[in-house]
């Protein structure tokens, strides 16, 4: 189990891979940082490029953390 801080604030969410950490942080994400997500909405190709430029930023946070 790992546990990892939210990329724009202190709150912490767990998981035991990536994806579980994901959901994990996932409600806290949507309640608290919307308005990040709302910024991001574009064509579907943008929101894609996106999101996977978010998954891969924080994939690497997640696996530096032992
Ligand atoms: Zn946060």
Same mark, same amino acid.
């Given at each position: 189990?790992?546990?990892?801080?939210? $990329?724009?604030? $202190?709150?912490? =969410? $767990?998981?035991?891979?990536?994806? *579980?950490? +994901? +959901? =994990?942080? *996932?409600? &806290?994400?949507? @309640? %608290? &940082? =919307?308005e990040?997500?709302?910024?991001?909405?574009?064509?579907?190709? @943008? #929101?894609? %490029? %996106? #999101?996977?430029?978010?998954?891969?930023?924080?994939?690497?946070?997640? $696996?530096a953390?032992?």
């Amino acid at each position: 189990m790992k546990t990892l801080k939210c $990329d724009l604030c $202190d709150v912490t =969410a $767990d998981g035991e891979t990536f994806e *579980q950490w +994901m +959901m =994990a942080l *996932q409600p &806290h994400y949507k @309640e %608290a &940082h =919307a308005e990040v997500m709302e910024s991001k909405r574009g064509t579907p190709e @943008e #929101m894609k %490029a %996106a #999101m996977e430029e978010w998954m891969k930023e924080n994939k690497e946070r997640f $696996d530096a953390v032992s």
